[in-house]
């Protein structure tokens, strides 16, 4: 035992001291390695000195002329026509990423050249998607059994079901209404199916109003039968009762009804104008992501690292070359 614990001082006394001498190393390496850098800027301040000044006219200059914009179109698609738009979106990004202009040109979007990028996301609604049909709500539990619900709602197959969807049109510099959105728009609502379908779809709706528009005026005669009869009338001032028929209720019941049912019927037939229908435009949203207008500040450091690899590639190359010709 008596052997045993000075062996195990001096093993750590050993240890305590390896450590201390890599921190010591470490430290050294890292004063060596900040002095170089020191020394290698001080040695070349006026090639850094212009390209940082290089980089930041350059990055003006871009941050001016090449800011990129965003503008939303929220659009509802009508007659089942959701999976319709999805690809006429896919089909337009793809020949955008192409630069296919002969396609950009013929589909009425001439002023191409500022397109950058077109993409669509679902507007989600979840609440609206649950209450407007049950075997939504079972199917939206059943798959969020198996997933994170966020991802869920936002996922394609669910978000098709939504009814409305937002068209994000990326541009370079602003644009107008007239130079994209309202070329793309005809683009979208031109489809020889789907207008075949949107008019037997109007013919339907006008059909139903005049229908229910019919039994108004047939329970309009009704009442007016009915307070017309005096022997079954009996007026009090303001009020009145029918006092043999008591079904007159459910007839004013289901006028009302008629009425809203109509209601529902004219703004069915309103927003079915279009086969895609426009709801709203908001243009020239300026693009705040990483990148845009932040040019003169990326660029000089750009610059800078490149200057800074190309020098250590040099030096490594030269240090190599002397070794193998030591050799």
Known sequence: MSTNVPQNQDQQEIDLFVIFKKAADFFQWINRVLFLSIRFFVKNAIVVFLLILLGFGVGLYLDKTKQQYDHHIIVAP??????????????????????DTAFLNSVGLHKYSSLRSIRIEPVVDIYKLISSNDQNFELLALLAQNGDLKTVVKETTTSKNYNFHTIIVSTEGTTTQNDIIDPLLRYLNTNRYYA???????????????????????IDEIIKSYTTNKESVIKNDKMMYYSENNQLDNIIKTKDTLFSTMAALKMELFNSKKIINDNSVVLNIKNNKFSNGKLKFILPFVLLAFFVLTQLFISFYKNQSAKHAAQ
Do not use: G, P, W
């Open 196 to 218: 075949d379908v949107q008019k037997i779809a109007v013919a339907n709706i006008q059909q139903k109003i005049k229908v229910k528009e019919d039994i108004i005026l047939q």
């Open 78 to 99: 009508n007659f089942k026509s959701t999976d319709y738009l999805y690809a006429k979106i896919d089909l337009l990004a793809s020949k955008i990423a192409e630069r």
